[in-house]
């Protein structure tokens, strides 16, 4: 238990279908991240929040638009998805700086 | 943020150190090494972290050269359950409200066998 938390663990959409990842972190961090990671490739930042503030942007598509609506909790919404985006998709928090403690992660798969 | 190069993969039998070297040759004086494992399909979990001096910690080792150039991991006493992803990152502890981004690489797979 690393006091991340993300739900759901598995989650399988249509294309055309519209849902939520959700993290939520116990450590009293004030920032998070999600980071996606395909088969056979390294892990790959994609949004960064500092102090509730979106602070990168690493080129997401739009079909991904994640909130954080205060320091302990952080989402990424989904839709009209495609089947590239199949990946398991990591959420972490940090104490600024320091290191990040990563969730188990959510397996998501698009059909 | 500095590269850095592991090997692609090593064995370590069960009981034994396992030693996992890291190139990081361009590492600038405020870059940190970061040590990160993956055990399959689940969330990194961070192992340790050192700028110059040796550390250790209750998971491992850690050993940086003098000219900061490249560093070891050592788990002293493998088990299988360390059996994972191990990746070697440098970066920059920004201070303020500043975040530290950690950039991945394709790691080291460590095999622990019996």
């Known amino acids: 238990e690393t006091g991340v938390t993300q739900t759901p663990r598995h989650l399988v959409m249509g294309m055309t279908n519209k849902k939520s990842l959700k993290c939520e972190q116990h450590l009293g961090h004030n920032a998070m991240y999600w980071y996606k990671q395909s088969a056979k490739k390294p892990l790959e930042l994609m949004f960064v929040?500092?102090?509730?503030?979106?602070?990168e942007n690493n080129s997401v598509p739009s079909r991904f638009s994640p909130e954080c609506p205060n320091s302990s909790h952080l989402f990424l919404h989904l839709h009209t998805l495609q089947p590239e985006d199949s990946a398991l998709y990591l959420c972490?928090?940090?104490?600024?700086?320091?290191?990040?403690?990563f969730g188990p992660g959510t397996r998501l798969t698009v059909l | 943020d500095a590269k850095t190069t592991q090997p692609t993969s090593m064995d370590c039998a069960e009981g034994r150190a396992a030693n996992l070297p890291c190139n990081h040759s361009t590492i600038s004086g405020n870059e940190y090494v970061y040590w990160y494992r993956q055990i399959h399909s689940q969330g990194p979990q961070y192992i340790i972290h050192?700028?110059?001096n040796n550390e250790t910690n209750e998971m491992a080792s850690l050993i940086i050269t003098e000219d900061r150039k490249s560093s070891t991991l050592i788990l002293p006493h493998a088990t299988l359950r360390d059996t994972a992803v191990y990746y070697c990152i440098v970066r920059a502890n920004a201070g303020g409200t500043s975040y530290g981004k950690l950039t991945f690489g394709q790691g080291t797979i460590l095999t622990v066998h019996p």
């Open positions: 929040y500092s102090l509730e503030e979106r602070v």
């Open positions: 972490a928090s940090s104490q600024v700086a320091n290191e990040q403690f």
């Open positions: 050192g700028l110059k």
